[in-house]
């Protein structure tokens, strides 16, 4: 799946070295036997598998991130990813050293369900919203590959 805005799908080259290098592991490795943590694929590439249990769409939050894109692969499980645009968003906190700035709750977004094998781009122009329950809470294993821009 590749989600974006017209205005910024040719800005980004979702298919260059780094991108391949991402898809080609995720492909190729068997995420649910590894454990959590940070996986080198290559410079400016890392893959952090997570194992948590989805929460209500009421803890959750919308973030983004200015030096990365988020590749979310979901390995094992299931959960609704929620997306909007980040422009026009409100900031309620920004931690520099994570690269990550959350937002208060936009009165207009979406979500797609990501189900075992699925996984969506994120490009810093995106905001999302991971980790939430689809129908109730479920464990998820799911892999998010940091590209560096």
């Known amino acids: ?6 205005s910024i799908a040719e800005k980004y080259n979702y298919l260059d070295e780094k991108f391949q290098a991402a898809y080609k592991w995720l492909a190729e ?4 036997s590894l454990e959590a ?19 209500p769409l009421s803890e959750g939050k919308f973030e983004t991130h200015e ?3 988020d590749i979310q692969y979901v390995a094992a499980g299931k959960e609704q990813f929620g997306f909007c645009k980040r422009e026009g968003l409100e900031v309620a906190e920004r ?7 959350f937002y ?8 797609v369900l990501l189900e075992e094998g699925d996984l969506i781009v994120v490009a810093p122009e995106d905001a999302h919203k991971p ?11 799911k892999v998010v590959v940091k590209v560096a821009l």
């Open 1 to 6: 799946m590749f989600f974006s805005n017209v």
């Open 29 to 32: 490795t068997d995420i649910k």
């Open 37 to 55: 943590g940070a996986y080198p694929i290559m410079e400016g590439v890392t893959a952090n598998v997570q194992k948590y249990t989805s929460i």
């Open 67 to 69: 030096k990365f894109f």
């Open 95 to 101: 931690i520099e050293a994570n690269d990550l700035i």
């Open 104 to 111: 208060k709750e936009p009165k207009l977004s979406g979500t």
């Open 131 to 141: 980790r939430i329950q689809a129908d109730g809470p479920e464990d998820v294993v």
